[in-house]
Each structure stands twice: as structure tokens, then as C-alpha cells.
């Protein structure tokens, strides 16, 4: 391919990079094919300060995804090409290998790494890592470690979605109010985060939910001084795994956090307002993990996002309240609320 200039103000203007606005140094380097400094800020990103645990902000799981998907698109716009468009369809083999964590009030520089591009017919396939700085306890820098990895599907077109019909039988419905549920079940998600309508039914059997959000349009303001448009959805697909993690609390009484996904297909843009519904099934858990997969439709039941082996995993952190090891407490609080008014 033949690399073509692109100076840094295209970069920070273009509306597709909400993050990559805060890049601080595009280079190449002999171990890379590129690489892209970014600087995550807590007084800037104002959702990262709505993502804590153990009192620390963390970078959630769906928003590196987002930041493999700018850096995979901009680093497609560093060749000539082609394509009359190049998108997101879609991401394999996301893995989580160290959480990105910020104190508050503070900022860290992350480093993206351009691995490899590999074509398949109309496809590019970019493989890219996320490395950050190892700090000591003294402020001294270390060494660096790799906190994520993935490869991005860059295509003319989405996918495709396969004839999926959710099962509507034997579900035990729940209209839980949206404050009592996050102070009850997700107390450290800010409020940036609670997308939950409260509507949800369940199926323990089959270990089967079916639940509504709605972002109401806090996805836009999720960065200081500018209205996001992102290639993901952070927040939609944070929804889901908001209630993934749930349903793998409920089966099993684990605080959980998101790690990994084998595969993410994309078949239309995630809408910023109006309900969306999630449907999750848990196809193995044990004290560890709990691995699932899950379909996302709009308000018109058509097919928005398909994800499946994600791996929730046991999260220490995420263990400090009573609800969390309390069966009692946890279902007790959920019965309260089972189908007491019209599911909506």
C-alpha cells in the first residue's frame, strides 16, 4: 500500500476520532507498522468518572473497543485505497489483559499499536494492541505493559444478520425501579452509565434475559467541549454487558467484570435515544467465568449488534458489598419488584 500524507489538524478534526482528538504523537516505529500516543483524562473524559471501582476510574471494556476502532480507521487513512467507504463491521478476539485504570483528577498516556494489516477479499483485518506506562509506587515509569488486544474488521458494508427469534416463553418479569436498581445492583456506575428502563424478564432455567435500555442521548456528552458521535456505541454495548454481568451475578453470586469477546458483527448504527432491547444467554458459568453471547435489537425489533462468547469474569474489586454475597439480600431485593405493573 502506498502511504499517503495525513498531517495531525486532519486527525484532530475529524469528527470520527472522538478520542483521538487528545493525540499527542503520531510515529512510526521499527517494531510497528504505526503507532498513535493518546492521553486519557479524567477531567476531560468525563465518563471515566462515572466508571469506578475501588475507587478508581476505569476505562470500560466497550469504550477500548471504541479506541480500536478510531485508531483502526485512522490508521486505514494513512493509505490510499480504493474503498469509496471503509467501516467498523466488525471485532474478533478482544481480550482485556489489564484493566486501564486512573485515579481521579488524573490523566495517563496509553500507546496503540498498529501489528499487522491483512486483507480477505473485500476485508482488512487490523490487528492492534494497547500498551500503558508501569508506574512504581515512587512515580517512576518502569516499563510498559499490554492492556488489550484485538483485531478490527474494516469493510465496504456491515454484516448480514442471521434469522434470529427470541423465545418468549417462561420468562419471570420485572419492572424494578432504574434508581433502586443501580443503587442496589451497579452502586458504582455513574450516572453517564444508567441506561436501564428496570423492564427486564429473566428465564433461570435456561439462564436466558431479555432486558430494555435507553441511552437518552448521554452517549453525546460523554467528552468534555465536544458532542460524540462514535464509530461504536460505548454506551450501547455497555448496556448489555451491564445486564450480561447481572444475569451472571443472579446464576451464580460473582461481582463480575467484561474481559473478552470472540467475535462482535455490526449490522446498523446504534440509535442515541428510544429503547433498545438485549438478549442474553449464559452458555457456560462457574465460579470463574461465565461465558455468553448476546443479539441487540432497536425499538423495531430489527437487529443492531450480535456478540458472542463474552467472558465475564471474576472481579475481587467488584466484591465489596453485601449484595454480592448475600443470595438472600440479592433475590429478596429483586422479588420485590417482580411484574407489578403492565411490561412496557
Excluded at 469528527?15 to 479524567?42: G, M, R, W
Excluded at 451464580?252 to 470472540?262: F, N, Q, T, W
Aim: aromatic fraction near 12%; proline fraction near 3%; charge should be neutral.
Amino acid at each position: 500500500m502506498k502511504e499517503t500524507t495525513l498531517t495531525n489538524n486532519a486527525m484532530i478534526t475529524d469528527p470520527k476520532f472522538a478520542h483521538l482528538k487528545a493525540c499527542t504523537e503520531v510515529y512510526n516505529d521499527h517494531n510497528y507498522k504505526q503507532s498513535l500516543k493518546i492521553t486519557l483524562d479524567t477531567n476531560y473524559h468525563s465518563y471515566l468518572c462515572h466508571h469506578t471501582f475501588g475507587g478508581k476510574c476505569y476505562v470500560p471494556a466497550t469504550m477500548i473497543m471504541e479506541l480500536f476502532a478510531e485508531s483502526a480507521l485512522f490508521f486505514t487513512s494513512r493509505f490510499a485505497t480504493k474503498d469509496k467507504d471503509n467501516l467498523i463491521a466488525g471485532i474478533e478476539n478482544f481480550n482485556v489483559l489489564r484493566a486501564i485504570t486512573i485515579e481521579y483528577g488524573n490523566k495517563i498516556e496509553a500507546q496503540i499499536n498498529l501489528i499487522e494489516i491483512s486483507v480477505q477479499g473485500s476485508l482488512k483485518i487490523l490487528s492492534i494492541e494497547i500498551l500503558s506506562k508501569r508506574i512504581a509506587e515512587s512515580g517512576r515509569v518502569i516499563g510498559s505493559r499490554i492492556n488489550a488486544t484485538c483485531e478490527v474488521i474494516i469493510s465496504p458494508n456491515l454484516y448480514t444478520p442471521a434469522k434470529f427469534i427470541s423465545p418468549n416463553h417462561n420468562f419471570k418479569q420485572y419492572c424494578f425501579p432504574k434508581e433502586l436498581f443501580y443503587e442496589y445492583y451497579f452502586a458504582s456506575l455513574g450516572k453517564m452509565f444508567q441506561t436501564q428502563t428496570g423492564n427486564f424478564k429473566i428465564n433461570l432455567e435456561e439462564k436466558m434475559l431479555i432486558g430494555t435500555y435507553n441511552l437518552e442521548g448521554k452517549e453525546r456528552n460523554f467528552i468534555n467541549g465536544q458532542e460524540c458521535d462514535f464509530i461504536l456505541s460505548p454506551l450501547g454495548l455497555d448496556s448489555c454487558l451491564q445486564y450480561t454481568v447481572f444475569l451472571s451475578r443472579l446464576l451464580a453470586l460473582k461481582g463480575r467484570l467484561p474481559v473478552s469477546c470472540r467475535k462482535l458483527q455490526i449490522f446498523r448504527n446504534h440509535p442515541v435515544n428510544g429503547n433498545c432491547n438485549v438478549y442474553v444467554q449464559c452458555q457456560k458459568i462457574d465460579d470463574s467465568i461465565m461465558d455468553a453471547f448476546f443479539w441487540i435489537f432497536d425499538q423495531c425489533d430489527k437487529p443492531i449488534v450480535y456478540v458472542e462468547n463474552v467472558i465475564v469474569q471474576y472481579a475481587p474489586v467488584n466484591n465489596t458489598t453485601e449484595i454480592y454475597t448475600n443470595k438472600d439480600l440479592f433475590s429478596g431485593l429483586l422479588e420485590k419488584h417482580c411484574y407489578k405493573s403492565p411490561w412496557n
